[in-house]
C-alpha cells in the first residue's frame, strides 16, 4: 500500500474530506490530492500533523516495505482510571479491557541496534569492562513508558503498544505463531497471557 493509499484510508476513516483535512492542515485541496494520488510527498511537518489528525503512526505512512500491518489506530486514554497497582499491571487491564475475549500476551521487546550504535558498544566493551551495552541501556530508558502485547482474537492478530498517555493496534497482515519475532526495528519475544 502506497502512502498516498494509506492517507486517503485513514481519512476516510476518520471522516474527512480532502477540503476538511487541507483546512485543518493549513494546505490547499489539491495538495491532499496529489498525495492521496502519489504525484506529491508532504513534508515531515505535514506527515507528523497528518499523523496526529487521523490518529496512525508515521510508521505506517512510510513503512514501504514488506506489509507489517493493515491499518493502525491510536486513541489515548486515562492511565489513573485503572486502579491501583504498578503501571505495567494497569496496562494489563487496559488491553484486557479493549479485548476481554481474546487470548493476549505480554511481549518483552529490545530495540536493534543501529550499525553506529553497534560499532560504539563494541568500542566501550573493549575499552572498559561495562557488564552491558551502554547504547542497548539508552534505547530501553527511552522505552520504559511502552508495554507491548500480542492478541489473537478471532482468526486475526493485533500487535498493541500501551504508552502512558495512548493504545497503538496495529492488525497483523501475516500471522505470529513464533516466540521470537522482529517488527520493524525492534525484536520480541512472547511473555506469558495477561489474565
Not at 22 to 51: C, F, M, Q, Y
Not at 151 to 171: G, L, M, S, Y
Amino acid at each position: 500500500m502506497t502512502l498516498g493509499e494509506k492517507l486517503k484510508e485513514a481519512r476516510k476513516q476518520v471522516g474527512l474530506s480532502q477540503e476538511e483535512l487541507s483546512e485543518k492542515l493549513g494546505v490547499s485541496r489539491s495538495a491532499v490530492a496529489k498525495w492521496e494520488t502519489d504525484k506529491g510527498i508532504p513534508d515531515i511537518d505535514n506527515l507528523k500533523n497528518i499523523s496526529k489528525l487521523l490518529n496512525v503512526s508515521l510508521d505506517y505512512l512510510l513503512d514501504d516495505g514488506e506489509k507489517i500491518d493493515e491499518l493502525v489506530m491510536r486513541e489515548p486514554y486515562n492511565l489513573s482510571e485503572y486502579g491501583k497497582g504498578s503501571k505495567k499491571a494497569k496496562k494489563d487491564r487496559v488491553i484486557r479491557e479493549k479485548y476481554p475475549d481474546a487470548e493476549i500476551y505480554t511481549l518483552i521487546g529490545k530495540m536493534k541496534l543501529t550499525k553506529t550504535e553497534k560499532v560504539i558498544d563494541n568500542a566501550l566493551g573493549f575499552l572498559t569492562d561495562a557488564p552491558f551495552g551502554i547504547p542497548e541501556f539508552i534505547n530501553g530508558m527511552k522505552n520504559l513508558d511502552k508495554e507491548f502485547y500480542l492478541v489473537d482474537k478471532e482468526n486475526k492478530q493485533f500487535f498493541v503498544t500501551v504508552t502512558d498517555e495512548f493504545i497503538e493496534t496495529r492488525q497483523l497482515a501475516k500471522r505470529i505463531d513464533s516466540d521470537k519475532f522482529e517488527i520493524g526495528n525492534w525484536k520480541f519475544r512472547k511473555g506469558g497471557k495477561v489474565k
